[in-house]
């Protein structure tokens, strides 16, 4: 009997305006084309279609001193498997407010059974979204004041750096 093969699974990685992690970004788009590249050595097909997803074509980082340039606009992703958030600096409410257009999407997507990932401070905005009520989370400690008052519905935990 034939095993079924693996359908590649769509991996999102956003881009958002302002000032993201760029380590973020590139070492998760990395380490993913990695796992690509290990099956190819193998002879075997690849896991992974992984596309750096931004609100425009050319997405100014650090105040402009880095530019990146998506993949594909999130109007062209219809269906992911895996949304990853990067640390997004600065103050979180703008931070929020210039990338509020992807919110709709990943509450779309996540309803459709996609899986969320958010690194660092990337939590507030994977909270802004209210997936997350209810829910543990982690971020920076010294971002866990500033993150309770702007969302006490969900649970941060102070001891932990992963959650589920």
């Not at 650090?62 to 949304?83: A, C």
């Not at 500033?146 to 589920?164: A, C, H």
Request: with cysteine; glycine share 6%; aromatic share 8%.
């Amino acid at each position: 009997m034939k095993q079924a093969e693996n359908p590649i699974r769509h991996i999102s990685i956003i881009v958002p305006h302002g000032h993201a992690s760029l380590v973020n970004i590139e070492g998760t788009h990395q380490i993913f084309n990695g796992v690509n590249n290990f099956c190819k050595s193998m002879g075997k097909p690849p896991l992974f279609q992984v596309q750096l997803v931004g609100l425009s074509h050319e997405t100014r980082q650090t105040h402009g001193l880095f530019t990146i340039n998506p993949e594909v606009l999130l109007t062209d992703v219809s269906r992911t498997d895996l949304i990853i958030i990067p640390a997004m600096h600065g103050d979180q409410k703008s931070a929020i407010a210039h990338n509020e257009a992807f919110i709709p999407w990943i509450i779309q997507q996540y309803s459709n059974g996609a899986e969320l990932a958010s690194f660092c401070i990337g939590a507030f905005f994977l909270a802004a979204t209210g997936l997350l009520n209810g829910r543990q989370c982690a971020t920076h400690w010294m971002h866990a004041h500033e993150f309770r008052n702007m969302y006490p519905e969900v649970l941060l935990v102070d001891d932990k750096i992963m959650t589920e």
